[in-house]
């Protein structure tokens, strides 16, 4: 039977992503590199009342993988700058599959860049399998279907969680390390983090505050749209005058690599629960613009992000080990569609009439 790995099994994901496999029925193993939560995390799954499922404890997932070349990988270890690339390789030096909730701008155009090399090799690679980059991702080519680019794009993702592991606010510090990001005439722009306030509109007529953030979202963007000027905004950083005045003093420090490294592992022993209450939805948001004038908007509801994440990443690798995907590199609805997103819980509006309040 064909096995899917699961990396960083232990995590909030990873648990979520192989509950949602057991389900299915599929053959997994739980990999980490800590045998007592690993069999905790194995005890939980035979609660759902499946076979228990095999774990595997390693510090080198790489060389597991180019071992034992598995069928297919779900890597949910972040921060994703130093675990995409180098599990990504080792899947396709084995000809194995490989999946990724990464969501920081660098690993998932880096993860892009193995396009070549996974096509030789035979292996798919997708990344940004989870709210982020899909949810985005699918408004934009829903809006862009069929049309020529449009000159403008914009994304805002306003997911709500019920609980933060601490690798989340790893990745959160890599990413504001990275600084602000836009594209504008194609080209990827340094901007100031915390820029580009904007007032995202929702269907019922209110707003949520995003800012500017560099995520992965602004480049699935730029591919899905064909734009030159792609903006990626989130409600997951904080929106008021200080805050947005201190992100950039925040991300400068946080590019020192020793001072980053000393936050991610204080970081790492933390545990947030974000403010939400029952019943908030998750939210993401896109909005196209023509030359011309035309402006397209459209939004996904869904319920609580990890839920929609674990669907998406288990429905993705599923599909990978049922042998339906192409050879390459992608962001998921590049490789599947849109409907991908609704298949995990998402409902899409689309709306030609509103004008974005920019
Ligand atoms: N794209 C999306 O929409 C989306 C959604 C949710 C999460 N994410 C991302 O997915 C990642 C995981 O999130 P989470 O909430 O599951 O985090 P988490 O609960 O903190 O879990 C992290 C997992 O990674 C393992 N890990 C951490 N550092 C490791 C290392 N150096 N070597 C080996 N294993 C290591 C942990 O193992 P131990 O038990 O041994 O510590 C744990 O299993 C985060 O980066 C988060 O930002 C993305």
């Not at 862009?144 to 690798?167: F, I, K, Q, T, Y």
């Not at 869904?302 to 690798?317: H, I, K, L, N, P």
């Amino acid at each position: 039977m064909v096995e899917i790995w699961i990396l960083g099994a232990t995590g909030r994901a990873g648990r979520s992503i192989s509950a949602e496999l057991c389900r299915g029925g599929h053959q997994i193993v739980l990999v980490g590199r800590n045998a007592q939560r690993l069999s905790e995390a194995a005890a939980a799954i035979e609660a759902l009342g499946g076979p228990t499922p095999r774990t595997l404890v390693t510090d080198d997932p790489a060389a597991q993988i180019a071992a034992d070349r598995p069928d297919v990988v779900v890597n949910t270890v972040g921060p994703f700058g130093t675990t995409t690339v180098p599990t990504a390789q080792a899947c396709v030096a084995a000809g194995s599959h490989y999946v990724d909730l990464a969501n920081e701008f660098e690993p998932v155009r880096s993860l892009l860049e193995l396009d070549t090399v996974a096509r030789a090799a035979g292996s798919t690679l997708v990344t940004g399998a989870g709210f982020g980059v899909l949810a985005t991702e699918a408004l934009v080519y829903e809006l862009c279907a069929g049309r020529p680019a449009p000159a403008r794009v914009r994304v805002a993702a306003m997911p709500v969680v019920d609980g933060l592991g601490p690798a989340v606010l790893a990745s959160v510090v890599d990413a504001a390390a990275t600084g602000g990001l836009v594209y504008r005439n194609g080209r990827p722009v340094r901007t100031r983090l915390g820029a580009h306030l904007q007032h995202t509109p929702l269907p019922d007529g209110t707003t949520r505050d995003t800012v500017a953030v560099p995520t992965g979202e602004l480049e699935a963007a730029l591919r899905a749209s064909g734009a030159a000027e792609v903006i990626a905004t989130s409600s997951e950083v904080p929106t008021g005058r200080t805050a947005r005045a201190a992100l950039p003093i925040v991300g400068a420090m946080l590019r020192v690599g020793a001072l980053r490294r000393i936050v991610i592992r204080a970081v790492d022993r933390w545990q947030l629960t974000p403010p939400s209450t029952p019943g908030d939805a998750s939210w993401a948001y896109a909005c196209a613009e023509w030359e011309g004038g035309e402006t397209r908007q459209a939004w996904l509801r869904t319920g609580e992000g990890y839920q929609f994440t674990s669907r998406v990443a288990a429905t993705v690798a599923a599909r990978l080990a049922a042998g339906e995907a192409r050879p390459g590199a992608f962001t998921p609805a590049a490789l599947f569609g849109t409907d991908l997103a609704r298949a995990a819980g998402g409902t899409i509006t689309v709306d030609t009439a509103v004008k974005d309040p920019r």
